[in-house]
């Protein structure tokens, strides 16, 4: 299947630094990705939604300004985390979504990274 | 307003039985049901996934059953080992401009027992 890179997996930094995640689509062209936290035993959330070219959907309650995306290019998606603080501390996991209209690639399918683990201190 | 309600939260089984997980959904605009499975410390994956159009699929030992009219959904996991020992999620989407969007159930955690 088709493969999402994520990297870092596990981050630790100081209250107060960015924190940047990389979502890397490593054999398709992605114009949607989208990116999620995660807590400890409950299920993913919505963060957004990274539009290729344009500006992030943010889901409600979401903090624009605290978690930046920038989807600069088909294959990249980023994250930062801005002046982290340890309430951030989570698994962030993104996916991304294969275009449609090709072949046999449907709409709705995801493919996702293996998630980053941070840690603010 | 949770959209896709899964249960049970958690599950145990013998090595060799069936699991059984189940989604239920209420907004009918949803044409696109995955079953995502998902060990600890690791991004989900997809497992299996089904349309409307049909009631059931079958891929290996993984098996969803759909309900259009009850709006409802299971996975089915036949002869269960313990490497299926992981969090299961069912999701629910919608093609064009939302596809991929998807909604989660809670999730559950299912342990097979050697």
């Known amino acids: 299947g088709a493969v999402v890179s994520q990297h870092p997996s596990r981050v630790i930094c100081k209250s107060g630094t960015s924190v940047k995640i990389e979502c890397r689509s490593l054999d398709f062209q992605a114009t949607t990705m989208f990116w999620y936290r995660q807590f400890p035993k409950q299920s993913l959330m919505l963060m957004a939604t990274s539009n290729e070219g344009s500006k992030a959907t943010y889901e409600q309650g979401v903090e624009k300004d605290k978690f930046l995306i920038n989807h600069a290019s088909l294959t990249l998606s980023t994250l930062t985390v801005t002046s982290a603080h340890p309430e951030d501390s989570s698994f962030y996991i993104c996916s991304a979504r294969p275009p449609t209209g090709q072949g046999s690639h449907f709409t709705g399918e995801l493919f996702f990274g293996e998630g980053s683990r941070l840690t603010v201190l | 307003q949770q959209q896709v309600k899964q249960s049970p939260q958690s599950l145990i089984v013998q090595k060799g039985g069936i699991s059984i997980i189940n989604c239920a959904y209420e907004n009918t605009a949803f044409d696109y049901f995955p079953w995502y499975q998902q060990f600890p410390g690791k991004g989900p994956a997809l497992l299996i996934a089904i349309r409307p159009d049909v009631s059931e699929k079958k891929e290996g030992r993984f098996t969803i059953s759909f309900n259009k009219s009850a709006k409802q959904f299971s996975l089915h996991i036949m002869d269960s080992q313990p490497g299926d020992s992981a969090t299961y999620f069912c999701?629910?989407?919608?093609?064009?401009?939302?596809?991929?969007?998807?909604?989660f159930g809670d999730g559950t955690t299912l342990t097979v027992k050697p």
């Open positions: 999701a629910a989407s919608r093609r064009g401009t939302n596809a991929g969007k998807s909604t």
